[in-house]
T-cell receptor
Framework: EAGVAQSPRYKIIEKRQSVAFWCNPI?????LYWYQQILGQGPKLLIQ????????DSQLPKDRFSAERLKGVDSTLKIQPAKLEDSAVYLC?????????????FGPGTRLTVT | RKEVEQDPGPFNVPEGATVAFNCTYS??????FFWYRQDCRKEPKLLMS?????NEDGRFTAQLNRASQYISLLIRDSKLSDSATYLC?????????WGAGTKLIIKP
């Protein structure tokens, strides 16, 4: 079974530039998560989708971050404009069930460096 | 007080020893608890769920103490391959909250 795919794996941009990340969850998984993980910290949930609807985006900095999951399958996360403090690993995860907290499967992440 | 707290470590433990660490939480209404393992520069992977009755998987035992609001992870007969960061995850006010992780180093 294919795992969660993410691209790109690494990205270096200058502050004020834009960047987009892509995630393809495990086939059939209803729930998709985007996390930001800063070095030495635990993952911070940015947004959670259930199929193509948003369940929780309370910690998403909506002035610069946006995400969509148009067909309830793959998803994109965008940052525009980027700030130095956005340097982090962006993890995408998916879980099979909707409505309950269950095992999450993570992709390899995108390591973003903002200079 | 943080919603979820973990001792960051590192815990330096000789191979074969038993080690335990906790994750404390502030929201008494939390219902779902998990331990994840994260290797250096890798993604987190589920180690085990934590049930009210506790659960055991080989050398690993997880327990929930609702009265004192913490979950624990016990690793027996530790192996070099157990070296990793252990993250707790729980739901809090319908949000998913992760601990910052406890770093474990197993030494030969």
């Amino acid at each position: 079974e294919a795992g969660v795919a993410q691209s790109p794996r690494y990205k270096i941009i200058e502050k004020r530039q834009s960047v987009a990340f892509w995630c393809n969850p495990i086939s059939g998984h209803a729930t998709l998560y985007w996390y930001q993980q800063i070095l030495g910290q635990g993952p911070k949930l940015l947004i959670q989708f259930q199929n193509n609807g948003v369940v929780d985006d309370s910690q998403l900095p909506k002035d610069r971050f946006s995400a969509e999951r148009l067909k309830g399958v793959d998803s994109t996360l965008k940052i525009q404009p980027a700030k130095l403090e956005d340097s982090a690993v962006y993890l995408c995860a998916s879980s099979l069930e909707a409505g309950v907290v269950s095992e999450q499967y993570f992709g390899p992440g995108t390591r973003l460096t903002v200079t | 007080r943080k919603e979820v707290e973990q001792d960051p470590g590192p815990f330096n433990v000789p191979e074969g020893a038993t080690v335990a660490f906790n994750c404390t939480y502030s929201n008494s209404a939390s219902q779902s608890f998990f331990w994840y393992r994260q290797d250096c520069r890798k993604e987190p992977k589920l180690l085990m769920s934590v049930y009210s009755s506790g659960n055991e998987d080989g050398r690993f035992t997880a327990q929930l103490n609702r009265a004192s609001q913490y979950i624990s992870l016990l690793i027996r007969d530790s192996k070099l391959s157990d070296s990793a960061t252990y993250l707790c995850l729980m739901d809090s006010n319908y949000q998913l909250i992760w601990g910052a992780g406890t770093k474990l180093i197993i030494k030969p």
